[in-house]
Structure formats: C-alpha cells, structure tokens
T-cell receptor, first 111, second 115 residues
Framework: GEDVEQSLFLSVREGDSSVINCTYT??????LYWYKQEPGAGLQLLTY?????DMKQDQRLTVLLNKKDKHLSLRIADTQTGDSAIYFC???????????FGTGTKLQVIP | DVKVTQSSRYLVKRTGEKVFLECVQD?????MFWYRQDPGLGLRLIYF???????EKGDIPEGYSVSREKKERFSLILESASTNQTSMYLC??????????????FGPGTRLTVT
C-alpha cells in the first residue's frame, strides 16, 4: 500500500508564508489532496491536484507536485492565526475510493 | 450543506464493555469509512463499506467490527473495549463515482477513552 509522510510540526509568524511538505510512495496516485483539521473538528478538504498537473493555485493556497521525487507541497501565503490547524496530505489510488492519509503537520501561527 | 454526524463527541467506557459508535450521512453517499486518529500516526483506516451490508477490512481491523444496514448509517463496534483503543474515531463518506469519489467528508469525531 501507499505510504504518505509529513513532518509533524511547523511554526511560522503571522503574515509569513507557510510551506508544508509531503512525500508519497505510490506513483500511480491519481489525485493528491490536502485536508485541514481545526481543533476539535473533523477533516475538511482544502484542495486537490490531479497527477498530471505540476501546480494549482487557489487564492492563498498553492499546491506543487513533483512527480519525479513523489513530493507534494502546500504553500499558504500571508498566513493568519486562523490557519493554525493540522494539515494532512492524502493520496488516492486504491479501489473502492480508498485514500491514504499522511501523519499530519501541525501548523502553529505566532501573532 | 453536506453533513456527517457522529453519535457522541466524547465517550468514556470501561475495559471489556461493548461500544457502539454511530455515523450518519445525509449526502446519499455509497462509501463510508471509519478511521482512528492518534498523535504522530495520522489517520488509519479501520473498516470501510461501499454499499449496504458490504464491508471491507482496512489497515487495522483487529478488535473492531462494523455494520451497515442502511445506506446513510455506518456503525463501528468494539466487541470488548481495551485501553489501547483509546483514541479519536473519525467517520467519513464519499460518493462512488467520478473525481469527487475520492473526496471524503468527515464527521466531527468521537473521542473515546477506555479506562
């Protein structure tokens, strides 16, 4: 099965950019996702990228995909305190719409 | 607005008790999933279901069972709760076809403590 790895913790100052990184093992992943989990809540889909794309931008969010290195990143521009959360990357390639989630990166935004 | 609800936000049970966690979705989704979330381990898939009365084991099914008698409802059962099952349990659902079939909608989670 797929393995998806992330660093556990990232701390940034309010107004700076945040970059959260993810590596995955299954090169056949069709879609790659970023989810956000706010304290005490379930996961919420933030954005996705199709495997034949290199980059996707959505307002303050930029997703970069390096298929050769199996590396995915999420850049949050002008990071706000409301962006403090755990961010999960996920890869989808299995049957029955199974998705493999990474370990999650806890983003702390310092005012 | 799409919604996945879970029967309890917090639950405290004793070792050996039988525990039922309920999940209901109102999106007419075919697929439903149960995960557990532990610090440093991310989300691990326990069981999933792709249709009524159908179930498949995930990565960590030991000690758990599931039931799906109606399309909108997916139950997770701990037959005899143990302290190592103390965790956050998340339910999710997704449709069965198209690009969005991999997009999962999550409930708020149930934090289960087994003492």
């Amino acid at each position: 099965g797929e393995d998806v790895e992330q660093s556990l913790f990232l701390s940034v100052r309010e107004g700076d950019s945040s970059v959260i990184n993810c590596t995955y093992t299954d090169s056949s992943s069709t879609y790659l996702y970023w989810y956000k989990q706010e304290p005490g809540a379930g996961l919420q889909l933030l954005t996705y990228i199709f495997s034949n794309m290199d980059m996707k931008q959505d307002q303050r969010l930029t997703v970069l995909l390096n298929k050769k290195d199996k590396h995915l990143s999420l850049r949050i521009a002008d990071t706000q305190t409301g962006d403090s959360a755990i961010y999960f990357c996920a890869g989808a390639s299995g049957g029955y719409q199974k998705v493999t989630f990474g370990t999650g990166t806890k983003l702390q935004v310092i005012p | 607005d799409v919604k996945v609800t879970q029967s309890s936000r917090y639950l405290v049970k004793r070792t050996g008790e039988k525990v039922f966690l309920e999940c209901v979705q109102d999106m007419d989704h075919e697929n439903m999933f149960w995960y557990r979330q532990d610090p440093g381990l991310g989300l691990r898939l326990i069981y999933f279901s792709y249709d009524v009365k159908m179930k498949e084991k995930g990565d960590i099914p030991e000690g758990y069972s599931v039931s799906r008698e109606k399309k909108e409802r997916f139950s997770l059962i701990l037959e005899s709760a143990s302290t190592n099952q103390t965790s956050m349990y998340l339910c999710a659902s997704s449709p069965s076809a198209g690009r969005s079939s991999y997009e999962q909608y999550f409930g708020p989670g149930t934090r289960l403590t087994v003492t």
